[in-house]
């Protein structure tokens, strides 16, 4: 005999059967299991062992051995094992926790997301094996949280199978506490809700695996304990072989029969299976036994013990009473079920609750509709109670109900899951549930039960729970309640199908998929007049649900679940015995690559209150911000569109921005260890949240997004405030720690922060103010000038002592500062801000960089830093009573202290003059009037300190180009006045003359650079310091701005341009010049009109002049004149046309109060056209881009003219005043463009001429007389522009040139015109203009934007196609050239008729003129277009 192994002994095996036990053989002897021959004992290890497998010995392994999971081994596909070593028993501790994982109260569970109404926890116990194989999987498909894309963009695609040696599947059995994970070759069983990170884990080698990875796995179904143990058994079936085993108990299973060598489990096979046929489901229905479902359709009972309790294995195939097929009790469900083609497969099997112990009802589902209901006996008996289709009711109430799912195809219709309605409901929960009253029913006949039905699409599926109560072969579709939240298809490859769970007490459904689960609400809502109208149409009004993501990638993915129920008064003494005790319904999840994952609701009365949970935006925000952010969270929160408008997005972005700053939420520790740490967490909780609202595209508004970068900003500057903190207290000698920031937070106002409470242990009032008050920061930076005012003037230090305050307060001023500055610029993009630009208007947040408070105690600490510099620096270095270093550092500090002043008083400028408070715009008023002068006397300060190039900086940045001029000269003066002072040596002289001569070569550089805004200043400068000579002898002017200046100065006059031309005859100069700004340089239109004029002028003087010269000098001269004068001509009739169009617009913004309002007033008026094309939105920021730069009176370029002309609204008869507008368009295009450019410029204007009526309509002629369609031809845009370019050619073409016939034809003019102006093309010409490139002014533009321009490009193309197909456009163009052709000669033949009649009248004396006759074959005098 084999004496077993001591460290066996006290093992899982306490409280099971003897061993010794003979085993009784089954009454069906088919059934019986033949022991298989004894083999050497293998002995178990602890999983966490680590044992020297090179000293051990290979030894064989028994394939079906069954063993606790405290063994270490290698898994091979046909079920063998190598020992590693002897079992060893160790103490294993939990798993440590890590730095900032969020642990639920007690159970070592580590919260993954929560809100107010579930929790989702990752539950702590994995069987070692299983936790490496997820850890694996996490370190290999990690990822930034930051950097993830949408569900819909991942790269890992739907219907991808998994790796075939990682698939496993399972279930959680919340009545016994345990949960079960197969893979091909071994079952695991481990009590999932044990607090310890390694449980008690009992693996058990499977019976003939499947030697074919792709089989299915096998199916398992843990079985409820026996008389004499307390843990389940475990009963296996191997689908593809039909093998099954059964272990009675789990822990007893690892207990061997030593004499025999025997595993403790009996095994069989099921009979009678067909070819092909594998076992697809396992169904629980005990205390009557299982159901096994089988591919081709058919059922069978599985029973796991005999009529006295003991195990044996037996398998009858149920057999129908309508049929006589042989085979079993109740045959096959193909012929209760119909055909799999008519009523589709067998979706699901439900075992009902039990009212009698023994028997059970089950109900049997198909994707199609069709329901079956048996009620079955231990032992396989069984009576049949319900076979209903419900396919066409289930379809008609769905789409009755829900209006998405009656868009869909019907035939797409499915059956996904359906689930047995809890029963013995306390009262509260039966009255607050919106089910029907089936569920007070207790009758074995009715069937309550609730489907998981879906509708689709090839890209998503629309998903609905469905109440139906069946009752013999009565039936009745009750409640539709539509899931809005998740729509993704059901993945075919996914490890197990949609489950659907409705725990006690049926206030809640868990929609279990492969990647998601949906929390449903079954409760009833408050009552209102809505709620009552949609239960009146059998539609549960909307309630609560959300949708729990999975990272979709790699192999994350739900293999197993399962449900836990409150305890109550519905089960019986045994459940309550070994059901895991919780308070509230959950689904606990078995996940591939990560474990288990517990989905619990936090209090399922709150559903049926008179306030039940809801999902808001900010609790989306929460989850994403907090949760989301850690790299190791399996779920996903950017996978699914927010169900919020942009508004009530971005309202709860602002709060829970405020929170993070502040403190305020729970999610942040108020005490924390490290205070950097914590700062450093909250700014990355801050770009978290800025992230995820970009990758979701929130449509946030300027006041959203500033607030939220504002937020972000104070906590950086937060963060940097607390290092230089630490380092003034560590540069500050023992016993003299107190600094500048710490004085600080004592002496703000007490209104201004929140106090520390030292009752409850807050005592450090720096850290508390860091915590709780960083949102004030502005009120923070600007109490450190007070400090120093109320140190110095109260004398509470030494001189030193102050010195070091202002040191410190520059320190903390402008490093904060600046800190913002680089934040903003380094975010702007993440935040969709220009970072140059501050906000301002009505609603918009106030700079907190720019705050009154910050601007006027900046300038207040400058102004002290002067006084403080004078009265310790400029005297004497070496007679300083304070610390020399310190006040060098506040002398080299003050160029970037009053840069960061400028600064923050430019914000508060652009801020205040747009504020709604007329006494914040009065005070920024006050602020533009003193800005010249303050930052002039700013920068000119720190020439006292020998900061010349510092200023010369200073007022580069902020263009100060009069401070900048009179810095530069004062410096050459005084260089060269140090050169010329007595006792200057030579080499000092030399050394100055040469440092004054660099400089006034830098302000030549600068002359160029900046040209008159600084040529300007420094000739006034010059010109007051050395008078006009120093002026005219400058030298280093190469591009001739002494002469510009002095242009520009009215007293100066003899020597302006007008002096050129009178007095120095130099008019070739004084064109140029003036031809040059005109054409080139100069952005208003006004003036470049002027100056074309006037250069014109002069090219013609001077031409005029030249005549009287050399003639073969006046021909090449006149050939160049000619040019230009040709370029002037086309530039002044651009401005022409586009003067004429700005007095469209003026009627219109004559009533704004400003540039905004005009641009809103012009825009909501001649916009209206562009605005009505849904197809062509990017045309609008091309037109405002236009409209914008036309109300400022700009010079527009020609292509940009165009656009504004052919996108317009303007009154129909403004060709009255200035022509219609295409045919402006085309005149643009003549004079403004040239070669390929012109020929595709005047394609689009055709193009948008030709779609601005509707030809389909034209093109109905139907019941018009001939009068009347020509009204309507001539009210069309074509038809006018037509008009205009065949009224043009009629007075270009030269009188000799004219046909002889009176009717000018289109041949005519085309033949006979001299002119180049021929832009005249066929509606099919105009086609694929700019639909593939775009024109010159987008080349450096983003692609995305060209790409949207050329879709609606693309989009004008579609609609002229159409009416060129459908509304015979080229042949009605052909008509409408024909009808203002005829129209122009009817126009032409009335003068001439008045011109004949005024000269027989001067000749006869006549009165009578020759009649006219009313109509030519052309459009009316009558017509609209008059």
Same mark, same amino acid.
């Given at each position: 005999m084999f004496e077993p192994n001591q460290q066996d002994q006290g093992g899982p095996a306490k409280g099971t059967r003897s061993s010794r036990r003979r085993a009784r053989p089954s009454s069906n002897t088919d059934a019986t299991v033949q022991a298989p021959k004894a083999k050497r004992q293998r002995v178990p290890l602890h999983e966490t062992t680590v044992a020297n497998t090179e000293a051990l010995p290979e030894t064989d392994l028994e394939l079906d051995q069954v063993k606790s999971d405290k063994v270490l081994v290698n898994i091979k596909r046909d079920g063998n094992e190598n020992l590693l070593g002897p079992r060893k028993e160790l103490s294993v501790r939990s798993k440590k926790q890590k730095a900032g994982e969020r642990t639920a109260k007690g159970d070592g569970s580590i919260v993954l997301t929560t809100n107010s109404a579930y929790t989702v926890s990752k539950l702590p116990a994995l069987p070692d094996r299983l936790r490496a194989d997820a850890q694996s999987k996490l370190d290999q498909h990690s990822y930034l949280p930051n950097s993830l894309p949408p569900l819909d963009q991942l790269s890992i695609k739907p219907?991808?199978?998994?790796?075939?040696?990682?698939?496993?599947?399972?279930?959680?059995?919340?009545?016994?506490?345990?949960?079960?994970?197969?893979?091909?070759?071994?079952?695991?069983?481990?009590?999932?809700?044990?607090?310890?990170?390694?449980?008690?884990?009992?693996?058990?080698?499977?019976?003939?695996?499947?030697?074919?990875?792709?089989?299915?796995?096998?199916l398992g179904s843990l079985v409820s304990p026996s008389a004499a143990s307390d843990e389940p058994g475990l009963v296996v079936v191997m689908p593809m072989s039909g093998k099954i085993a059964y272990w009675e108990s789990i822990s007893s299973a690892a207990t061997l029969d030593f004499i025999r060598q025997q595993r403790h489990g009996v095994e069989d096979t099921i009979p009678g299976m067909f070819s092909g046929e594998h076992v697809v489901q396992i169904v629980n229905a005990e205390s009557a036994g299982f159901v096994l479902v089988f591919s081709s359709g058919r059922l069978a009972y599985l029973s796991v013990r005999d009529m006295h309790g003991r195990p044996t294995i037996s398998v009858q195939f149920l057999r129908s009473s309508l049929t006589n097929a042989v085979g079993?009790?109740?045959?096959?469900?193909?012929?209760?079920?119909?055909?799999?083609?008519?009523?589709?497969?067998?979706?699901?099997?439900?075992?009902?609750?039990a009212t009698r112990v023994g028997e059970r009802v089950i109900v049997a589902a198909t994707t199609k509709g069709k329901f079956n209901a048996w009620r079955i006996h231990r032992g396989g008996h069984h009576d049949a109670l319900s076979d209903i289709d419900l396919k066409s009711e289930l379809i008609h109430q769905i789409q009755e109900a829900d209006s998405t799912s009656a868009g869909l195809p019907e035939e797409s219709f499915q059956v996904v899951d359906f689930t047995c309605v809890p029963r013995g409901l306390d009262r509260k929960y039966v009255e607050a549930s919106r089910l029907s009253e089936a569920l007070v029913h207790d009758e074995d006949s009715v069937q309550h039960l609730l489907l998981l039905t879906?509708?689709?699409?090839?890209?998503?599926?629309?998903?609905?729970?469905?109440?139906?109560?069946?009752?013999?072969?009565?039936?009745?579709?009750?409640?539709?309640?539509?899931?809005?939240?998740?729509?993704?298809?059901?993945?075919?490859?996914?490890?197990?199908?949609?489950?659907?769970?409705?725990?006690?007490?049926?206030?809640?459904?868990?929609?279990?998929?492969?990647?998601a689960v949906v929390i449903a609400s079954l409760a009833a809502p408050p009552d209102s007049p809505e709620s009552q109208l949609q239960e009146d149409s059998h539609i549960i009004p909307a309630t609560f649900e959300d949708v729990v993501d999975l990272r979709d990638e790699g192999n994350v993915q739900i293999v197993g679940s399962g449900t836990e129920e409150p305890t109550t008064s519905g089960h019986s003494q045994d459940e309550l015995r070994l059901r895991h005790r919780t308070k509230n319904p959950a689904a606990v999840l078995l996940v591939q690559g990560v474990g288990t994952v517990r989905v619990a609701v936090n209090e399922v009365d709150r559903f049926a209150s008179e306030m039940p949970p809801t999902i808001s935006a900010k609790s989306k925000l929460e989850q994403a911000v907090f949760f989301g952010v850690k790299h190791d969270n399996p779920l996903v929160f950017q996978g699914r569109s927010l169900p919020f408008t942009a508004q009530e997005i971005g309202d709860a972005a602002i709060e829970l921005s405020h929170e993070i700053v502040a403190s305020k939420t729970p999610f942040i520790p108020n005490v924390p260890a490290?205070?950097?740490?914590?700062?450093?967490?909250?700014?990355?909780?801050?770009?978290?949240?800025?992230?995820?609202?970009?990758?979701? %595209?929130? #449509?946030?508004?300027?006041?959203?997004?500033?607030?939220? @970068? $504002?937020?972000? /900003? !104070?906590?950086?500057?937060?963060?940097?405030?607390?290092?230089k903190n630490?380092?003034?207290?560590?540069?500050?000698? %023992?016993? #003299?720690?107190?600094?500048?920031?710490?004085?600080?937070? @004592? $002496?703000?106002? /007490? !209104?201004?922060?929140?106090?520390?409470?030292p009752a409850i242990g807050e005592v450090d009032p720096v850290r508390h103010w860091f915590i709780n008050d960083v949102w004030k920061l502005e009120i923070f930076i600007a109490w450190a000038y007070q400090i120093i005012k109320y140190a110095y003037t109260e004398r509470l230090t030494d001189e030193n002592g102050i010195n070091r305050l202002v040191w410190e307060a520059a320190i903390v001023n402008k490093g904060a500062l600046q800190e913002a500055e680089q934040h903003r610029l380094r975010n702007a993009r993440l935040y969709g801000v220009n970072p140059r630009k501050c906000p301002h208007g009505v609603g918009m947040p106030a700079p907190w960089t720019g705050t009154k408070v910050i601007h006027v105690n900046l300038k207040r600490l400058i102004e002290f830093s002067y006084e403080w510099l004078d009265n310790y620096y400029l005297p004497s270095l070496e007679k300083a009573s304070v610390d020399v270093k310190i006040l060098k550092s506040i002398r080299d500090m003050l160029p970037a202290l009053t840069s960061r002043y400028f600064t923050a008083l430019n914000e508060y400028i652009s801020w205040a003059e747009k504020s709604s408070d007329p006494e914040i715009q009065e005070d920024a008023r006050k602020c533009i009037q003193a800005y010249p002068t303050n930052i002039y006397e700013k920068i000119l300060r720190l020439k006292d300190y020998d900061l010349w190039d510092e200023a010369i900086a200073l007022a580069q940045e902020h263009e100060a180009y009069a401070a900048l001029a009179d810095v530069m000269v004062q410096h050459i003066l005084t260089l060269e006045e140090s050169a010329?002072?007595?006792?200057?040596?030579?080499t000092k002289a030399e050394e100055c003359h040469a440092k004054a001569e660099d400089r006034k070569r830098q302000m030549g550089g600068?002359?160029?650079?900046?040209?008159?805004?600084?040529?300007?200043?420094?000739?006034?400068?010059?010109?007051?310091?050395?008078?006009?000579?120093?002026?005219?002898?400058?030298?280093?002017?190469?591009?001739?701005?002494?002469?510009?200046?002095?242009?520009?100065?009215?007293?100066?006059?003899?020597?302006?341009?007008?002096?050129?031309?009178?007095?120095?005859?130099?008019?070739?100069?004084?064109?140029?010049?003036?031809?040059?700004?005109?054409?080139?340089?100069?952005?208003?239109?006004?003036?470049?009109?002027?100056?074309?004029?006037?250069?014109?002028?002069?090219?013609?003087?001077?031409?005029?002049?030249?005549?009287?010269?050399?003639?073969?000098?006046?021909?090449?001269?006149?050939?160049?004149?000619?040019?230009?004068i040709e370029k002037v001509d086309q530039a002044l009739e651009v401005i022409a046309v586009?003067?004429?169009?700005?007095?469209?617009?003026?009627?219109?913004?004559?009533?704004?109060?400003?540039?905004?309002?005009?641009?809103?007033?012009?825009?909501?008026?001649?916009?209206?056209?562009?605005?009505?094309?849904?197809?062509?939105?990017?045309?609008?920021?091309?037109?405002?881009?236009?409209?914008?730069?036309?109300?400022?009176?700009?010079?527009?370029?020609?292509?940009?003219?165009?656009?504004?002309?052919?996108?317009?609204?303007?009154?129909?008869?403004?060709?009255?005043?200035?022509?219609?507008?295409?045919?402006?368009?085309?005149?643009?295009?003549?004079?403004?463009?040239?070669?390929?450019?012109?020929?595709?410029?005047?394609?689009?204007?055709?193009?948008?001429?030709?779609?601005?009526?509707?030809?389909?309509?034209?093109?109905?002629?139907?019941?018009?007389?001939?009068?009347?369609?020509?009204?309507?031809?001539?009210?069309?845009?074509?038809?006018?522009?037509?008009?205009?370019?065949?009224?043009?050619?009629?007075?270009?073409?030269?009188?000799?040139?004219?046909?002889?016939?009176?009717?000018?034809?289109?041949?005519?003019?085309?033949?006979?015109?001299?002119?180049?102006?021929?832009?005249?093309?066929?509606?099919?010409?105009?086609?694929?203009?700019?639909?593939?490139?775009?024109?010159?002014?987008?080349?450096?533009?983003?692609?995305?934007?060209?790409?949207?321009?050329?879709?609606?490009m693309k989009a004008e193309d579609v609609k002229l196609k159409t009416y060129i197909d459908k509304a015979r456009l080229d042949e009605w163009f052909k008509t409408t050239l024909e009808a203002a052709e005829n129209t122009v000669a009817l126009v032409y033949g009335r003068m001439t008729a008045k011109k004949a009649a005024a000269a027989a009248i001067a000749v006869n004396g006549s009165t009578r003129a020759p009649l006219e006759s009313a109509s030519a074959g052309g459009v009316s005098a009558g017509s609209s277009f008059w």
């Open positions: 219907g991808v199978p998994n790796n075939s040696q990682d698939r496993q599947h399972g279930a959680v059995y919340s009545t016994s506490g345990y949960a079960l994970s197969l893979t091909h070759t071994h079952a695991f069983v481990w009590p999932y809700a044990s607090t310890a990170a390694s449980p008690e884990t009992f693996t058990f080698g499977l019976p003939y695996p499947s030697k074919n990875p792709t089989d299915p796995l096998p079993g009790l109740l045959g096959s469900i193909r012929h209760v079920l119909g055909s799999t083609s008519a009523h589709g497969d067998v979706v699901a099997v439900r075992a009902s609750h879906s509708f689709s699409s090839k890209t998503q599926s629309r998903y609905a729970l469905v109440e139906v109560v069946i009752s013999g072969q009565n039936k009745k579709v009750g409640a539709v309640r539509p899931l809005t939240s998740y729509t993704s298809p059901v993945r075919l490859n996914a490890p197990e199908r949609p489950k659907l769970y409705v725990p006690r007490p049926a206030m809640v459904a868990f929609v279990v998929f492969d990647r490290s205070l950097e740490n914590n700062m450093r967490t909250r700014v990355d909780y801050l770009e978290r949240l800025i992230s995820h609202l970009n990758t979701f %595209k929130v #449509d946030l508004d300027a006041r959203t997004r500033w607030a939220l @970068l $504002y937020d972000s /900003e !104070k906590m950086a500057v937060a963060t940097w405030l607390w290092r630490e380092q003034f207290i560590a540069e500050r000698p %023992k016993g #003299d720690k107190k600094n500048l920031l710490s004085e600080t937070v @004592l $002496y703000i106002n /007490e !209104k201004q922060k929140t106090e520390p409470n010329l002072a007595p006792g200057t040596s030579t600068y002359f160029n650079q900046y040209q008159e805004r600084f040529a300007f200043p420094a000739y006034e400068a010059l010109l007051e310091a050395s008078g006009v000579q120093a002026v005219l002898e400058f030298p280093y002017d190469t591009e001739g701005y002494a002469t510009k200046f002095l242009r520009s100065r009215p007293e100066l006059a003899k020597i302006s341009w007008i002096n050129d031309v009178e007095r120095e005859n130099d008019i070739a100069r004084a064109a140029e010049t003036l031809l040059t700004l005109g054409l080139t340089q100069e952005q208003q239109v006004w003036s470049k009109k002027i100056e074309l004029s006037l250069g014109k002028l002069a090219l013609l003087a001077e031409e005029a002049d030249q005549r009287n010269g050399d003639s073969e000098m006046i021909n090449g001269f006149s050939g160049s004149k000619a040019a230009s586009q003067n004429g169009l700005y007095s469209q617009i003026r009627p219109t913004i004559a009533e704004a109060v400003d540039e905004r309002a005009e641009f809103e007033l012009a825009m909501k008026y001649h916009g209206a056209w562009i605005h009505a094309q849904k197809k062509q939105k990017a045309f609008q920021s091309v037109f405002e881009d236009g409209m914008e730069r036309l109300l400022k009176h700009e010079a527009l370029p020609p292509l940009t003219l165009i656009d504004l002309l052919t996108l317009v609204y303007l009154d129909p008869k403004h060709f009255e005043a200035i022509g219609d507008q295409f045919y402006l368009a085309l005149k643009v295009a003549k004079h403004g463009l040239k070669g390929e450019e012109r020929s595709n410029a005047e394609r689009l204007i055709w193009r948008r001429c030709l779609i601005r009526d509707d030809w389909k309509q034209v093109n109905v002629t139907n019941l018009k007389d001939d009068e009347h369609q020509l009204q309507v031809l001539g009210e069309t845009a074509v038809y006018r522009t037509l008009f205009a370019v065949v009224d043009e050619r009629k007075f270009q073409i030269p009188p000799s040139k004219h046909p002889s016939n009176t009717a000018l034809t289109s041949l005519a003019i085309l033949e006979h015109s001299n002119d180049a102006f021929r832009p005249c093309i066929k509606p099919s010409d105009a086609l694929g203009v700019y639909t593939d490139s775009l024109d010159r002014r987008f080349d450096g533009m983003d692609d995305s934007f060209r790409h949207k321009l050329m879709d609606a």
